[in-house]
């Protein structure tokens, strides 16, 4: 978007990856190692995360399930954005930018609280459950 905006370019475009670009595990493990965290991933099944009431893209940012009503966001055509030249950066490039800023803004170690996301204890909750 940057690079358009500095061409005098415009127009209407789905600004995401192209399929493929990524995984979640990947997302989750470049988080990890960036950030230093002891973390240990749980892998649930989507039907799992519904059964226990946690709220896709709000207490488990990024994450939407692969069907229903949010599915059209994993089909977006992006292939005019390619077209004009996408260019999507590596994850761990934008992890790293991203801790960075969050570092910068403040004590982002203060996000684990459970203000932003899954708070800790419907994270046990669930856990427990499977």
């Not at 990856?17 to 988080?31: A, I, K, N, Y």
């Not at 229903?68 to 966001?73: F, K, N, P, T």
Request: aromatic letters at 6%; proline letters at 5%.
């Amino acid at each position: 978007m940057l690079d358009m905006a500095a061409q005098g370019r415009g127009g209407a475009f789905n600004t995401v990856s192209e399929t493929g670009h990524t995984t979640m595990g990947e997302v989750l493990e470049t988080c990890r190692q960036v950030t230093g965290s002891d973390a240990q991933l749980a892998w649930k099944t989507p039907e799992f995360i519904e059964q226990a009431g946690i709220q896709a893209w709000t207490e488990l940012p990024i994450w939407l399930p692969p069907a229903g009503e949010d599915a059209g966001l994993h089909a977006g055509d992006v292939s005019a954005a390619v077209a004009a030249g996408l260019r999507c950066r590596a994850v761990g490039e934008t992890v790293e930018a991203t801790w960075e800023w969050m570092k910068s803004e403040g004590d982002p170690e203060s996000l684990a609280n459970g203000s932003i996301g899954l708070s800790p204890e419907k994270e046990c909750a669930a856990l427990d459950l499977g």
